[in-house]
């Protein structure tokens, strides 16, 4: 039986299409596929001799044995032994032309041996005096000019003016130079810039082919301005594991290699070497260095293409500087190789970026500690050389955390970012100076400061002066600025901080033509996609920068203007945002660039379909299902649904609303002498957990109290003594605010003590429920599942803990064992107001609770019931307060309001650690405010013998409801404003404050235009403390809702009753029902005297049968006396 020939892979082709796995035409001297897709063809490999069949062969590639040494030859310079994986990726890293440029052929190697794990990597050759010639020699010297990124259509005029013509006020401006910085970032992508940087000679379209010949010249050309950043997550860092430096590590995969869905413009070819050399050696440093350097700009750039050539050169010009740089540049790629594989932190990890982070710590706090020089431009060289290591640890937060625990490196760098600036420190620094003259570094920081805004509602670091000329804005729409990096286009950074600054200065009062000026700026800004192989990846960039345009049209008018999710401006650019994203395919790209924007449109996406669609994106990245981080993601995720489904909901709705589209702008709670606010007094009725997650809220919800929050909520986790991960994230939170001048100093003893005895107490709970479950003892099984669902819960472990209380039900053996796991399953979710989940814990603890009761009042001998029958009455309240909370969660509020008004005071066990009494006032009074009748509000609220209790713990809840029981509104409006500080930082009142505030407004104003025929309209505002205007919107919003029976008299101000008046029609009822009275007793007189005169018909017999034993006498007799 013959054997099937097997597929042999033709060996076939060039370097460039073997190495993307695509068919080569064989066309010389270059394919035509590579010419076709935009980039530099390899070459083919020489033909060996003819095989047996006379046919020619060529070679396949060979790969170098491990430890091979190659001689590597440089013009002008003696030889040097450098152990690479080819000829080729020696000859690469040998290109000397930005070694010379930095002039650093002089700089002494440090000795090897400083950190020792690398010290086994022979030093690369030094910089030699004479440059090497360029990669591919046949480009055209014409060509040099031409600045690729700068390259635009048609829809711009060419004749632009060179960028250094921007006119500076400070005649100190520095200019981009390769010296710079001695210390170039590794991660540094500064554009490139040329001597006379004109527009007019880029042409306005390129060709395919042409994409090379463009780009080529400036491989090696391009400033060495720095970028670096930090890492703030070190919640789980020990001060052992920092100072260890792991060694370099490549374990290859299938998943290593970039298929063309993962590198589409081929960054992975232009960085990398082809064919892939050997991981094990320990001579191929350099390549895998590239191609996790390469891994990670097609991960986090925007467009990869437009700087993997000047990333390839500065990673060779530090790979190549000294010992001390080239163990830099490896420990950042063993940081992206890690993160790369799995987006959280692990201990490999985690002790790379803790070396990282405090190295960028210690360079901020040495400039710091020096005194500013004298002269402007001799502090600034010293103040950039600190951001070298900054912003590289910023790019990598960027990628693997998320943006709120930045806050901390951008409050550290703040100060000398100001130095760095070469604007006096009476003037403001200029923001489209930055964009446009500014080396990476600046550009990034701005950047960054302008997008936490954004996301997170605090105020900007500095104020930007934003001023720009006509011909400013225009070179800020041709050059790129950060395009590249982030997908925002620069005339969008300067008009977010325009709003920013605005919004500071002016809050929602702003002059309507500034809102009109910005609106105009939005609109008009153009921008093009790029130079771009891939014709899909075009499409994907300009999407990203759509919808940017129409996060910045939500920004502005919720922000600025203070409109809400439900004006038709906010809702046209939410519908043009959900369309765009609709129209691209789901993924990294562009999903992972739209992060940012689809966090700030999907707080005003009212419908359903449309907050869905975002959610998918956003969870379906990866970063934000694994970051692990409490970001703007988690935020939105736990928040989100607390406001419901507004679609088809108008602002300022009535009762038959279910839910009021709220104003969802930044929050920013004001607490002053109008609104008061005790955060000590508020925070002494709770504790723990409860106690935590309010302060947390707190802190986000009020820049006022914020630093007092966070530092109340910093004792609490320290006193709990549980979760060191959580205080380590809140200390960095304190230290990042701004008006804080003494930080707190993390103690890491104690973080080192309590996370110890967690993990033996872990160890040990773990080792019992393993022992119990082998030994079928179901009662210790049962309690062991308790316990570790109590031990996770005091991490904050939710869904662990939880796990734990339903695998507990299965060992359970009695109804009274089941409902003790309901119970504390219910308590759980109470905690972290899972309203969803609540209902049906509760129903599984009420069946659980009747089954108890049942068999324990079957086994009761009368003697000790008591305490048993006490237990399931308290476990009963307690799952009637968890119904009332997740009803008021929900916006049930009716259902809520019954629910609380019937409580028993027997929660004591809850109180503290879930609610306060104060809450169960405050709920219970408002929800039974707004939605129950003057009479049930009397007889269930005023008159409750239980919840009388709850309501003299709050005093101002007693004066609410006498001055509503008096028709007192004007006084109730006013307490209810007062107290709307309190109200608001309620974290289960917070999402429906509003809401109920303008039920209880609408229900008063029916109560009282209910007796008048007409009213004027000025005596319901004298009446109710409310201008004019607001009464006169609040009545005809009610009569189109036919909630009032009226008309509005619009030139008059009077509202006139369309209906009969009540007292009249009562007058009326009364005289009719007593003229009926009147005739029946006059027929009655009638039968009476029939009946006396012996005229009445008598029954038969029969009849009589049927109706009994009673006569027919005494029947209408009996009819008689019982009318009367």
């Known amino acids: ?84 994986a080819s000829a080729s990726t020696s000859s690469q890293a040998a290109t000397g032309q930005s070694q010379t440029a930095n002039g650093e052929k002089n700089r002494p190697i440090e000795p090897p041996g400083q950190i020792m794990t690398f010290s086994q990597f022979p030093d690369p050759p030094q910089a030699h005096s004479a440059p090497l010639p360029p990669l591919n ?42 010296n710079s910085s001695t210390g170039a970032s590794s991660l540094e992508l500064g554009l490139p810039r040329t001597a006379n940087n004109r527009l007019g000679e880029v042409p306005a379209y390129l060709a395919p082919g042409q994409m090379d010949s463009v780009r080529g010249p400036f491989e090696h050309s391009w400033n060495k301005s720095s970028v670096s950043a930090q890492s703030s997550s070190l919640g789980s860092l020990s001060t052992g594991s920092s100072r260890s430096l792991p060694s370099l590590s490549f374990s290859p995969s299938e998943e290593d290699e970039a298929s063309d869905d993962e590198d589409p413009e081929g960054v992975a070819q232009v960085m990398c070497i082809a064919p ?79 070396m990282l982070y405090d190295e960028a710590q210690q360079s901020i706090a040495h400039v710091t500690s020096l005194q500013p020089a004298p002269r402007r431009e001799l502090d600034i060289p010293l103040a950039s050389k600190a951001f070298d290591h900054l912003l590289e640890m910023l790019l990598l937060q960027c990628w693997a955390i998320g943006p709120r625990n930045l806050m901390g490196l951008m409050h550290a760098a703040a100060p000398v970012f100001r130095r760095a600036c070469p604007e006096p420190p009476e003037q403001l620094v200029s923001l489209p100076r930055i964009l446009l003259e500014s080396e990476f570094h600046l550009r990034q920081f701005v950047e960054s400061d302008v997008l936490l805004t954004l996301v997170s509602g605090r105020s900007m ?28 286009p620069g005339q969008f950074l300067i008009l977010l901080a325009w709003i920013n600054r605005l919004c500071e200065e002016f809050g929602t009062s702003v002059d309507p033509q500034l809102v009109a000026a910005v609106e105009t700026r939005v609109r008009d800004a153009r921008f093009i996609p790029g130079i771009s192989s891939d014709p899909i990846l075009t499409v994907r960039r300009l999407a990203v920068k759509e919808c940017w345009r129409q996060t910045v049209y939500v920004y502005l008018y919720m922000a600025l203007c203070g409109a809400g999710a439900d004006d038709p401006r906010v809702a046209r650019a939410v519908k043009a945002f959900t369309r765009i994203i609709n129209g691209v395919k789901p993924g990294h790209n562009p999903d992972n660039f739209l992060l940012i924007p689809m966090h700030v449109v999907g707080v005003a996406a009212r419908r359903r379909h449309d907050r869905d669609s975002i959610r998918r994106r956003i969870f379906g990245l990866q970063k934000g299902a694994n970051s692990g981080s409490v970001g703007m993601e988690g935020l939105y995720a736990d928040y989100q649904d607390a406001y419901g489904d507004m679609e088809g909901v108008v602002s300022n709705a009535g009762p038959s609303t279910s839910i009021e589209a709220q104003k969802l702008v930044k929050r920013n709670i004001i607490v002053d002498d109008q609104h008061p606010f005790d955060l000590d007094l508020y925070i002494a009725s709770y504790k723990g957990q409860a106690a935590i997650k309010r302060l947390r809220f707190i802190a986000a919800s009020s820049t006022t109290l914020q630093a007092d929050a966070l530092r109340l909520a910093i004792e609490q986790v320290k006193a709990a003594n549980v979760d060191v991960n959580l205080y380590h994230q809140l200390v960095t939170e304190y230290n990042a605010l701004p008006s804080v001048h003494k930080q707190i100093t993390i103690d890491q003893d104690w973080m080192a003590k309590v996370k110890a005895t967690k993990d033996a107490e872990g160890d040990r709970l773990q080792v019992e429920l393993k022992t119990y479950t082998t030994n079928l003892i179901k009662e210790s099984t049962r309690m062991a599942y308790r316990d570790l669902g109590n031990f996770f819960r005091s991490l904050g472990d939710t869904g662990n803990a939880l796990k734990h209380y339903s695998k507990g039900r299965e060992s359970c053996t009695t109804a009274g064992h089941v409902l003790q796991m309901n119970m504390a399953a219910v308590e759980l979710l109470v905690e972290q107001l899972n309203f969803a989940q609540i209902y049906s814990y509760v129903f599984k603890a009420e069946s659980a609770l009747e089954s108890a009761s049942t068999v324990g009042a079957g086994a009761s001998s009368g003697k000790g019931t008591d305490k048993p029958d006490a237990e399931y009455e308290r476990a009963r309240s307690k799952l009637q307060l968890a119904s009332g909370i997740a009803q008021l969660g929900q916006g049930n509020f009716q259902k809520a309001a019954w629910t609380f008004l019937k409580l028993e005071k027997n929660v004591d066990d809850w109180l503290g650690t879930l609610v306060a009494p104060a809450d169960i006032a405050i709920y219970g009074t408002l929800a039974a405010l707004a939605t129950l009748s003057r009479s049930q509000i009397k007889a269930s609220v005023v008159e409750s013998d239980t919840f009388t209790y709850f309501i003299e713990q709050e005093p101002y809840i007693r004066e609410i409801i006498d001055a509503y029981t008096a028709n007192n509104f004007k006084v109730v409006l006013e307490l209810l404003d007062r107290h709307s500080s309190r109200h608001a930082l309620d974290i289960v009142l917070a999402p429906h404050i509003n809401l109920l505030t303008s039920l209880i407004r609408d229900r008063a104003l029916i109560l009282y235009t209910t007796p008048f025929t007409s009213i004027r309209l000025q005596r319901l505002a004298d009446a109710f403390g409310l201008s004019l205007s607001d009464v006169e919107a609040h009545i005809v919003r009610l009569v189109r809702e036919g909630q009032v029976k009226g008309r509005v008299d619009a030139s008059e101000k009077v509202l006139i009753a369309t209906q009969v008046d009540p007292r009249a029609e ?59």
């Open 1 to 84: 039986m013959s054997t099937p020939r097997m597929n042999i892979r033709s060996i076939n082709g060039c370097y460039t299409c073997k190495n993307r796995k695509k068919k080569c035409d064989e066309t010389y001297p270059e394919c035509k596929r590579c010419v076709a897709m935009g980039i530099a063809c390899g070459g083919y490999p020489p033909l060996e001799n003819p095989d047996s069949r006379g046919v020619m062969r060529r070679a396949r590639p060979i790969l170098p044995k491990r430890g091979t040494t190659f001689k590597v030859v440089t013009p002008g310079s003696s030889r040097h032994s450098v152990s690479h």
């Open 137 to 178: 020699t046949a480009r055209s010297v014409a060509t040099q000019l031409i600045v690729p990124t700068q390259s635009r259509n048609a829809l711009y005029n060419v004749g632009m003016p060179p960028a250094d013509s921007f006119a500076s006020p400070n005649p100190h401006l520095p200019t981009s130079s390769p």
């Open 276 to 354: 892939t050399p050997d991981p094990h050696a320990q001579s191929n440093t350099l390549p895998f260095v590239l191609q996790s350097y390469a891994r990670w700009a097609n991960f986090s750039v925007f467009e990869p293409s437009r700087i993997a050539y000047q990333l390839k050169d500065n990673i060779l010009n530090r790979f190549s500087c000294s010992q001390t740089s080239r163990n830099r540049v490896i420990l950042i790629a063993n940081a992206i190789t890690a993160i790369g594989r799995d987006a959280k932190f692990n201990a490999r990890s985690t002790s790379i970026v803790a």
């Open 461 to 488: 670091f500095f104020r930007y002066d934003v001023s720009f000329t006509e011909e400013t804005w225009g070179r800020i729409a041709l050059e790129d600025g950060l395009q590249w990096l982030r997908g925002l």
């Open 1066 to 1124: 009562l007058f009326h009822r009364a005289l009719k029902a007593g003229a009926e009275n009147e005739a029946t007793a006059r027929k009655l007189i009638l039968r009476m005297k029939l009946i006396q005169n012996d005229l009445v018909v008598k029954m038969s017999k029969s009849q009589q049968q049927r109706a009994g034993a009673s006569t027919a006498q005494d029947e209408e007799m009996g009819g008689i006396i019982e009318v009367q």
